[in-house]
């Protein structure tokens, strides 16, 4: 049985208590590639008991002289039960390549249907539900792009100052590291997720910054 390092999850315990998310909540953040803003992500999400709605959407787009350059579209609709996915309904567009993920729960398995693959899992699924605390204690995501259940493993950065719409705030810093990138995640007590910050693989930086 995997067991996440001591020190996250006593993060994660301890955020959970301080900062649980409300009955619903909405979670926006500007993004940017650099320095560039290129558009933004909103999480809206709906507590009720025991079973949690999350609707994503994401728009970018990079022009360079003034013409789009690249454009990305996504929107994902998330149900889950205890913090175990259910159901999940995603498309996305990502310059021109389309990708379609839909799963659902099958008595104790999770199936999973991507373009024109099919799959099974088992265990509780979950996403790259950064919103979560849980999610760093986690050691496989499913990602609602490409429909792979995708191995990762988490480690603590220490404590930084991040800037927050605009004032700056005491957050946790995460590594998610995943087979092809590592994700830098920001947690403060308070306000829970903050800050997100990735390489594209191209040599350039992915960056989240969270709007109040």
């Not at 909103?42 to 959407?57: E, K, L, N, Q």
């Not at 929107?75 to 498309?91: N, P, Y």
């Not at 995460?174 to 306000?191: H, R, S």
Request: negative net charge; aromatic residues 10%; glycine residues 8%.
């Amino acid at each position: 049985m995997y067991t996440a390092p001591t020190g996250i999850r006593a993060a994660a315990l301890a955020m959970t208590m301080l900062s649980p998310l409300q009955a619903n909540e909405l979670l926006r953040f500007e993004v940017y590639l650099d320095d560039r803003p290129i558009g933004e992500h909103s999480f809206r999400i709906a507590d009720s008991g025991d079973t949690t709605r999350v609707t994503s959407r994401a728009a970018f787009d990079v022009d360079f002289l003034f013409i789009n350059a690249y454009r990305y579209r996504h929107s994902s609709d998330e149900v889950f039960r205890d913090g175990c996915l259910t159901e999940i309904d995603a498309r996305t567009d990502d310059n021109g390549k389309r990708f379609e993920v839909s799963g659902t729960e099958e008595g104790d398995a999770f199936r999973i249907e991507r373009n024109d693959a099919v799959e099974s899992a088992s265990g509780c699924v979950r996403t790259f539900a950064y919103w979560d605390p849980a999610l760093l204690e986690q050691r496989r995501l499913l990602n609602p792009q490409t429909g792979e259940l995708e191995p990762v493993q988490m480690r603590s950065e220490g404590r930084d100052r991040i800037q927050v719409d605009g004032r700056e705030v005491t957050a946790d810093r995460y590594a998610l590291q995943t087979d092809e990138l590592t994700i830098e995640l920001w947690y403060n007590n308070a306000l829970g997720w903050v800050g997100l910050e990735s390489d594209t693989g191209k040599g350039r930086r992915i960056i989240y910054r969270r709007m109040l």
